[in-house]
């Protein structure tokens, strides 16, 4: 699974409205390049090394899988969005917005066209005093300095002079208030690679399904119905086994919790799987074991169509996955919703994602999360 990176940007301007260009340009830099999970205070700083009106400074810590290369060119994309016209002249100068990238998780890149960690950051006050105020564990690769001790041997003797708070684009999208969120799909919806992603931008903690070691699931693909009953069983008594351990360890009235699965779809799949008198017997089991299981404060299913599906299912390359048919994936789509129809009791969302991809498009993830923020009270 891919992992984030975390990346400091540095944001300026000193040409038009000050505020209105760092305001927009973050929420550009939200919407086209990753989550911007963290934003300094605005500080006004003097112009640094030429006679110029005073810059707006403010800083931003955000989660992409993009490489630093990409993020530069998104950068300068969003640069000239906002009207930055850079010229051929040599030295500094006033410009409407400034975007430089300061870190890229602890790591040095040189090439020709970009070093990071930023050359000359710790020269420059208007970058370590917004930096530190992303709160980050994080130490200069080079100079194995934190930004407190880079801010006390920093040559840079200017004033740097706080205006006011930033709103940070996660601040209207408070999760937490759920405490136990659900994320539920069909084969190949992206369910764990949207509830990792989710923890990881939201500081929860994540219960995902140990499928992987279940020893049935390739035979059963092979074949159904020698393999549904113990494939079912199994997949059962697993998910109540992690549930029960993990859900123990937290406290569902202050920690936050995401999942990948909730125990339900156990009994979807089972009603596809197994044979009549076989489900009875399971049914019954089933009954009580999801009396004894919390239920989440917001259960959000991802629903992509069977095309879609079988491509995803391609694409992440499970050999026992390959033949599985539409029919298949029809049939449980069709089993999800007629047991959310029949939840009366439950807070559902259904988020189509059909012609989205949260991974390589961060325009898509923002699309989910805002579907979820209509869910907050």
Not at 14 to 20: A, P, S, T, V, Y
Not at 160 to 188: H, K, M, W
Not at 192 to 220: G, Y
Not at 267 to 275: H, R, Y
């Amino acid at each position: 699974m891919k992992v984030q990176h975390q990346v400091v940007l540095s944001i300026g301007s000193n040409q038009g409205n000050r505020l209105e260009n760092v305001e927009r340009c973050i929420e550009l830099i939200h919407l086209e390049i990753g989550t911007v999970i963290k934003v300094s205070k605005l500080y006004e700083t003097p112009s640094w090394g030429f006679e110029s009106d005073a810059f707006y400074n403010c800083a931003l810590v955000l989660h992409t899988y993009s490489t630093a290369h990409k993020i530069l060119s998104q950068v300068l994309k969003i640069e000239k969005k906002l009207g930055r016209l850079r010229s051929a002249e040599q030295g500094y100068q006033s410009r409407i917005i400034d975007i430089d990238l300061i870190a890229y998780d602890n790591q040095i890149i040189e090439t020709e066209k970009l070093q990071i960690p930023h050359p000359l950051m710790q020269d420059r006050k208007f970058v370590l005093m917004p930096f530190q105020d992303l709160n980050m564990d994080w130490e200069h690769p080079i100079f194995k300095k934190s930004i407190p001790e880079l801010l006390q041997v920093t040559p840079d003797l200017s004033v740097c002079t706080v205006v006011q708070e930033l709103r940070s684009p996660l601040q209207d999208i408070s999760l937490e208030q759920f405490n136990y969120i659900a994320f539920e799909g069909n084969i190949g919806a992206g369910k764990t690679t949207l509830t990792t992603k989710i923890a990881e931008d939201f500081n929860a903690k994540t219960v995902l399904e140990r499928f992987a070691d279940n020893p049935f699931l390739p035979k059963f693909y092979k074949d159904q119905n020698r393999y549904a009953f113990p494939l079912e069983m199994s997949f059962l008594a697993d998910r109540y086994q992690q549930l029960s351990d993990d859900l123990a360890q937290f406290d569902l009235f202050k920690d936050f919790l995401v999942a990948d699965y909730h125990i339900f779809k156990s009994l979807i799949f089972a009603k596809i799987t197994l044979a009549e008198d076989e489900y009875r017997l399971y049914r019954n089991l089933f009954d009580i074991i999801y009396r004894e299981m919390p239920k989440p404060d917001l259960y959000i299913y991802l629903y992509q169509n069977s095309e879609r599906l079988l491509q995803n299912i391609k694409k992440r390359g499970r050999s026992y996955e390959q033949e599985i048919p539409a029919e298949y994936l029809n049939k449980i789509n069709s089993g999800y919703l007629d047991y959310i129809k029949s939840q009366t009791e439950l807070n559902v969302l259904i988020i189509d994602v059909s012609d989205k991809d949260f991974v390589k498009n961060q325009e898509d993830y923002v699309f989910v999360l805002e579907e979820i923020k209509k869910k907050i009270r």
